[in-house]
């Protein structure tokens, strides 16, 4: 993964948060995906953001899990990308 | 507006919609209902909400038993999302647990373009905001009427 590289949702993405969790639905796939307060936590910065700022915005959160950020992080928009939710820009 | 895959009885002035897919056991829940609480819908019902307050709308889809007439329409007073277990027993929903269990029961023609996504994901919203949710586990030997009554008299439908 290019930490550096920028994301962007999908344009077949649907989605809402409410009480701090995410409901994404993939139009085309009609598939739905929901993600807890964490996921959704970086669900809300994902929109232009590169994996090194959603790992950034992670630990100023969650300090104490800092080491095990990146690997987190990664894994997480690994799946959104598999799930064709976000793309890389 | 969606429609929810649900049967409806009448409490009162509101309806109560019992949702979950086919075999879950709506028609079960309406069959063993209390006398004198007439069957609103019995396998499909159309939800929206209008000035903050949730309606059912019946509909004539599957619903030879129903006792509302299609096109009728009353508050919504609670849904309650059936699962069968041993044991009877009964949870709150949270608001986007419930959302997500609306949207999960809803029936729509497919695909839906993105808009028609968009105000699917807000119908369902709303509704999971403005109306109270709940689990219902229930077994064929239980009381489960009673559990329901209850949760409805503590939510004041």
């Given amino acids: ?41 970086l669900w809300q910065r994902v929109d232009g953001a590169t994996p090194q700022d959603l790992e950034a915005a992670f630990a100023e959160v969650f300090p ?7 690997d987190d992080v990664e894994r997480f928009l690994l799946s959104l990308v598999d799930h064709d939710l976000v793309r890389w820009e | 507006m969606f429609l929810l895959h649900s049967a409806g009885v009448l409490v009162d002035d509101a309806v109560v919609l019992f949702s979950g897919p086919s075999g879950v056991g709506k028609s079960t829940i309406v069959a063993i209902r209390p006398d004198g609480r007439a069957v609103f819908t019995a396998d499909q019902t159309f939800v929206d909400v209008r000035s903050g307050a949730a309606l059912a ?17 009353a508050r919504l007073g609670a849904v309650f999302f059936l699962e069968q277990g041993a044991e009877d027993r009964i949870r709150t929903l949270p608001p986007a647990t419930a959302s997500i269990r609306l949207l999960e029961n809803s029936l729509f023609r497919q695909p839906l373009t993105r808009e028609e996504y968009d105000n699917l994901l807000d119908a369902t919203v709303r509704v999971g905001q403005t109306v109270p949710c709940y689990e219902l586990v229930f077994s064929l030997h239980g009381s489960c009427w009673e559990l329901i009554e209850r949760a409805l008299r503590s939510s004041r439908v």
């Fill in chain 1, 1 to 41: 993964v290019d930490k550096d590289q920028k994301l962007r949702i999908g344009p077949d993405v649907a989605f809402r948060v409410i009480d701090g969790k995410a409901i994404l639905v993939n139009v085309r796939s009609n598939r739905m995906i929901v993600l807890n307060e964490t996921g959704a936590f």
């Fill in chain 1, 64 to 70: 104490d899990a800092r080491a095990a950020i990146p």
């Fill in chain 2, 57 to 73: 709308h019946a509909t004539p889809v599957g619903d030879y038993l129903a006792e509302g007439r299609p096109g009728a329409r």
